[in-house]
């Protein structure tokens, strides 16, 4: 059984869905300038805002003027929590100024009052791909200051919203740019291109160490204005499985899961694994790490795990010829996993592995709780004609994304009640259709609720039930127990 008060949501991000860019005040952010794009072609990130470039972020679903709607749809599901985040631009626009944006700052009063009114917890990410674009400008996290810019930004949202906002995240999913090498991820988590630099790698973690600082920092800020407030930290879970029982696989497989754990790690514990010191040392990063840093993260450890679910990765280690022993920044030793099926954007489908990962962090943490904030699979879907012509069938029938989440849920289930995982809710991602973060498309469907709107900017940007849409609700009625 799941706890009483399990917090059943769903889970969105500010720049993916709220558009209205450039309204309430609003500076632009880092995903403000990020072009949409497709499976296998990147998004551009272009240097201001380019005439002519298709930018799906600005209007995304108008959820800045529906969101009152669209809340309404999601009590009527049931939903115990609503994850979503602050857009750090609508409150400092240029990341630097000296007051707050008063606008901003009501839009989200106003937002998270609406959540309170239908009995939904808000639940606060502060920073979700959407750094303020002139801070990016300036090379975002490279640079020691922005640690007090971030500060500024949690402290100001922490003392505003403490009496509306119990649950926050500091930064979304702070390990996804370990295992990329490209810009995408260092752009979209930290605020800089990789390509501009001498060693991205490098820059990448010195960015982290700042992050870790200013995520601790702002924990123990919490606690100081509201010892009820409760912060986590967001983990991408990337589990990597061998791809045989040759040790070699095996060791491979643990090394390159440090890309993911030494995230939490910190977070978590309050200090550096020798892993993590030892390979800065072997890679001469010699990153600026002051003694203050260090006792800063220590008094700041999160009070819970937050993270995303969508996939795992297998390693060969006879795919690639680098050295097997390092986190190398390199992961060409990827190969497809011969049991897991795969969604249209090469995803595994592997509902077990959420269940191992839960293991995996409440035994490495010692039963610390755990929030599963994202999980789902993006679906290309058309809305049916006789749906928008309101006959009042579902938009879509959803099996496949019915199947998906309830192969997930019943492994958390099995998580919780045969391994005693300690979980605290579930928030399924993009409960309603948006902007997709990888690709920038609006064809890569997640929702319970169809939003009218496509790729080429197209459509009414109404909203529809999908069958999945009563079936979630089921789900929350019985607390998971009718899984349908
Ligand atoms: P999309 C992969 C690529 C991009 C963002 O992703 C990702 C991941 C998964 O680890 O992270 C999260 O929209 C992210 C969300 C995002 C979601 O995954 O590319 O926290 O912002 O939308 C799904 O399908």
Avoid at 89 to 117: K, Q, T
Avoid at 166 to 171: D, I, K, Q, R, S
Avoid at 431 to 453: H, M, Q, W
């Amino acid at each position: 059984m799941l706890k009483k008060d399990f917090l059943w949501g769903g889970a969105v991000a500010a720049h993916q869905l709220e558009g209205g860019y450039d309204q309430g005040g609003k500076g632009l952010s880092a995903a403000d300038v990020m072009t949409g794009a497709r499976h296998g072609v990147p998004r551009r990130i272009t240097d201001g805002i380019e005439e002519g470039a298709w930018y799906p972020n600005h209007e995304a679903i108008d959820f800045y003027h529906t969101y009152r709607d669209d809340i309404a749809l999601f009590a009527e599901m049931g939903f115990k929590c609503f994850r979503t985040s602050i857009a750090w631009s609508r409150i400092f626009p240029h990341g630097n100024d000296v007051e707050p944006c008063e606008e901003g700052l009501a839009f989200y009063d106003d937002l998270f009052d609406c959540c309170l009114e239908h009995g939904i917890k808000p639940v606060v990410t502060l920073s979700h791909f959407e750094m303020p674009l002139a801070l990016c400008q300036r090379g975002g996290f490279k640079h020691r200051e922005a640690i007090d810019e971030f500060v500024r930004f949690a402290t100001t949202c922490f003392t505003r919203y403490h009496e509306k906002v119990e649950y926050w995240m500091t930064f979304n999913e702070i390990n996804n740019q370990a295992t990329y090498d490209n810009d995408f991820f260092t752009w979209t988590n930290s605020g800089f291109l990789g390509s501009a630099e001498d060693d991205p790698e490098r820059t990448m973690y010195q960015a982290a160490h700042y992050e870790f600082v200013a995520s601790a920092r702002a924990v123990a800020a919490a606690h100081g204005i509201d010892p009820n407030l409760k912060v986590g930290c967001m983990i991408a879970s990337r589990q990597y499985y061998p791809l045989t029982c040759n040790p070699a696989d095996v060791r491979l497989a643990d090394d390159t899961d440090h890309e993911t754990y030494l995230f939490a790690d910190v977070q978590v514990r309050g200090a550096y694994p020798a892993y993590a010191t030892r390979y800065f040392e072997r890679r001469g990063f010699d990153l600026d790490i002051t003694d203050a840093d260090l006792a800063d993260i220590a008094a700041g450890t999160v009070d819970y795990l937050g993270f995303s679910y969508y996939m795992t990765n297998t390693v060969d280690h006879a795919a690639d010829a680098a050295d097997p022993t390092s986190m190398e920044h390199n992961n060409s030793y990827v190969v497809k996993n011969p049991y897991l099926p795969e969604t249209a954007w090469e995803w595994t489908i592997d509902p077990e592995g959420l269940r191992i990962q839960l293991k995996r962090f409440d035994e490495r943490y010692a039963g610390i709780p755990q929030f599963i904030v994202e999980n789902g699979m993006g679906i290309i879907e058309d809305l049916d004609p006789e749906a928008a012509a309101g006959k009042g069938v579902y938009a879509v029938e959803d099996d496949d994304r019915i199947d998906y989440l309830k192969a997930h849920i019943e492994q958390m289930e099995l998580a919780v009640e045969e391994d005693g995982v300690n979980l605290m809710g579930y928030t399924p991602w993009g409960c309603i259709d948006l902007v997709s973060a990888g690709t920038g498309e609006l064809r890569k469907r997640y929702g319970f609720i169809y939003v009218d709107r496509n790729d080429d900017g197209s459509g009414t940007g109404k909203r529809f039930k999908k069958k999945s849409f009563d079936w979630y609700k089921q789900v929350i009625a019985t607390n998971g127990e009718d899984l349908g």
